[in-house]
């Protein structure tokens, strides 16, 4: 195990890698730039890609908000970080390389807004338990629809929410728990 502070760098048969303290997504995350490419590993917080998704050859992209630390103007903050430095390609975990890294960026900052959009309508109608839950998973929901048809990314909808199942539950609770840590520091 090797501790990596914002800004260390190893070393891999010569070629160097920068890891840089991204956090957003969760506190613990970072990415990983690689030196000679320029090239970014961005683990979970350049969004998740898929491939089923791309339009003539344009890469997809929605943010990841899954509990327990999302941190809308932290993810904001990183998301530009990595911007800074003009990656010809971002390696998201979910799934793969992504180009056209800039307008991938400006989606992820408005999607990541929508998001946030949400929690804080369900925060000021002071929903709470099941309510809020569910108006969480149907907001999430109706963000995907919402940026299916802005893309036109090319599945029906049924098989588009298959696709996002997991996806619509997990953003949802990590905004359910961003809402939590807002109310504790209240």
């Known amino acids: 195990v090797v501790e990596t502070p ?7 048969n010569g070629r160097r890698f920068e890891f840089l303290d991204t956090p957003g997504h969760a506190r613990h995350h970072v990415c990983i730039v690689d030196e000679r490419s320029g090239h970014v590993f961005a ?15 344009r890469p997809a992209i929605f943010p990841s908000t899954t509990p327990v630390q999302f941190d809308p103007p932290a993810l904001h903050a990183s998301i530009d970080r990595l ?3 003009r990656p010809g390609a971002v390696y998201v975990t979910h799934f793969g390389q992504v180009r056209d890294v800039q307008r991938c960026g400006e989606d992820l ?33 109706a963000i995907v ?20 199942d997991l996806d619509i539950r997990l953003n949802a609770a990590g905004l359910e728990a961003w809402l939590d840590a807002r109310a504790a520091a209240a």
Request: glycine share 10%; proline share 1%.
């Open 83 to 85: 911007l800074a430095r």
């Open 145 to 164: 629809l919402d940026e299916a048809q802005r893309q036109r990314w090319p599945l029906e909808r049924e098989a588009l929410l298959a696709l996002f």
């Open 109 to 141: 900052h408005r999607l990541i807004d929508a998001h946030a959009r949400l929690g804080l309508a369900c925060e000021r109608d002071g929903l709470e338990g099941e309510r809020r839950s569910q108006r969480l998973r149907e907001g999430v929901r």
């Open 6 to 12: 914002d800004g260390a760098s190893v070393s891999l």
């Open 43 to 57: 683990g979970d917080t350049f969004g998740l890609s898929y491939r089923e998704l791309d339009v003539d050859g």
